[in-house]
């Protein structure tokens, strides 16, 4: 389980103290309880009559003050007269209820998830860039589960996010061993976001007449880089304080994804992939070598699920190939190369094997019928894979 530095507080709820968290000293009950439906002490606290004393009443403390040092400035101290923001409140509850336990099915899982969210949500106290990205992917998550308020709750989450960016990029966060954990996650969560939206793009701009899913794709590829670029910038930054993560209660989580991205590839389903691009006399060779990290990566994730790794990393390259494929694949990508094309039909393959992930769907195929008919009858032998596997798998 992921489990968070803290600094004592000789002030917290006694079930915080017992659990060895950071307790916000909220009352009439702190956050941490409150999201995770356990009794505070200071609600037992509130309904106790207080001792006659000469020392004024000690009023309910606000919540602490966000970092300026990330970039958030100091926060206005919540009166106790001020409303209660109901829907985030929602999105709260549903983070942390059954429902939402899948919400992260791309990612290399944490357990139990519920306690797990609970310390996330309170990382989030001190880095609000964090908690509304969590709050946004919550809402993104209820999208899916609620079609008949989806328009409502793409709204939400799209607001949510946005403002998240806007918090992380003012801050202009320098890493640092009291920040990291929060980066890093934040990085996680925007690109699970970045990434459902991207897929669920492919969903509706494939729905072309005959024809037309040339524009589909020029729709889906603008999304999809930009989605590629935002989140490597977000990783990147991340992955700056790796000597600091690896001090952190994320340091077992982030070696098992290093160990399964540095091993040695070893099927054979990319081995058509592999001579195209060596083969490709109009590459420069900076662009083959792209192409070449590109498709290594593809290839870890189809020996993930053929040798029968657990749900959680199964499917984990799914996932982390968005963030792992450099920036020179990007723009081949951008200029629609058709080899870089190819090696996205093989991505789409990946896609089509999780297609019974919330996230994922069947952008897969729908991928694929865009490049399909962008490339036409002179690529279609490059193709014949994914197409046999999408048919067959």
């Not at 709820?13 to 060895?20: I, Q, S």
């Not at 929060?182 to 969560?189: E, I, K, P, Q, Y």
């Not at 690896?246 to 070893?266: G, I, N």
């Not at 870089?340 to 991928?367: D, N």
Request: glycine share 6%; with cysteine.
């Amino acid at each position: 389980m992921l489990r968070r530095s803290h600094k004592k507080s000789r002030d917290g709820c006694v079930e915080c103290k017992r659990r060895h968290v950071k307790c916000d000293e909220q009352r009439p009950r702190c956050l941490l309880c409150t999201m995770s439906s356990r009794e505070c002490s200071f609600a037992s606290e509130a309904l106790t009559p207080a001792e006659p004393s000469s020392t004024a009443l000690r009023s309910p403390r606000p919540s602490p003050s966000w970092d300026q040092n990330e970039g958030q400035g100091n926060a206005r101290a919540q009166s106790i007269e001020d409303p209660i923001n109901l829907q985030h409140t929602e999105l709260l509850i549903h983070l942390t209820s059954s429902r939402a336990t899948d919400v992260f099915s791309l990612g290399d899982g944490f357990e139990p998830y519920q306690a797990t969210v609970s310390v996330v949500l309170g990382i989030g106290l001190t880095s609000p860039y964090l908690l509304y990205q969590l709050l946004a992917f919550s809402a993104r998550h209820l999208a899916y589960l609620r079609p008949d308020k989806r328009a409502y709750h793409l709204h939400q989450a799209t607001s949510l996010q946005t403002q998240a960016l806007s918090l992380f990029n003012a801050g202009k966060v320098q890493i640092t061993a009291s920040n990291c954990v929060a980066v890093c996650l934040f990085s996680v969560v925007l690109g699970h976001h970045l990434l459902t939206d991207t897929l669920t793009l492919a969903l509706s701009v494939s729905d072309q007449p005959p024809g037309c899913r040339g524009i589909g794709l020029d729709s889906f590829l603008n999304r999809y880089i930009q989605c590629l670029e935002t989140h490597r910038g977000v990783y990147t930054v991340a992955m700056g304080g790796w000597p600091l993560l690896m001090e952190t209660e994320l340091a077992p989580v982030l070696s098992r994804s290093r160990a399964f991205t540095s091993q040695e590839p070893k099927g054979d389903e990319c081995q058509q992939l592999q001579a195209l691009i060596v083969s490709s006399v109009s590459l420069e060779q900076e662009e083959k070598e792209a192409c070449q990290q590109a498709i290594r990566y593809l290839q870890l994730g189809f020996d993930a699920l053929s040798t029968g790794e657990n749900e959680n990393m199964r499917y984990q390259m799914l996932f982390l190939w968005n963030v792992l494929v450099p920036s020179e694949f990007s723009s081949l990508l951008a200029k629609k190369r058709a080899q870089a094309l190819v090696i996205l039909a093989y991505y789409a393959l990946l896609l089509h094997h999780g297609r019974h992930i919330w996230q994922v769907g069947e952008a897969g195929q729908h991928i694929l019928g865009m490049i399909e008919e962008y490339l036409g009858p002179e690529w279609s032998p490059w193709l014949e894979y994914p197409r046999l596997g999408m048919r067959f798998g």
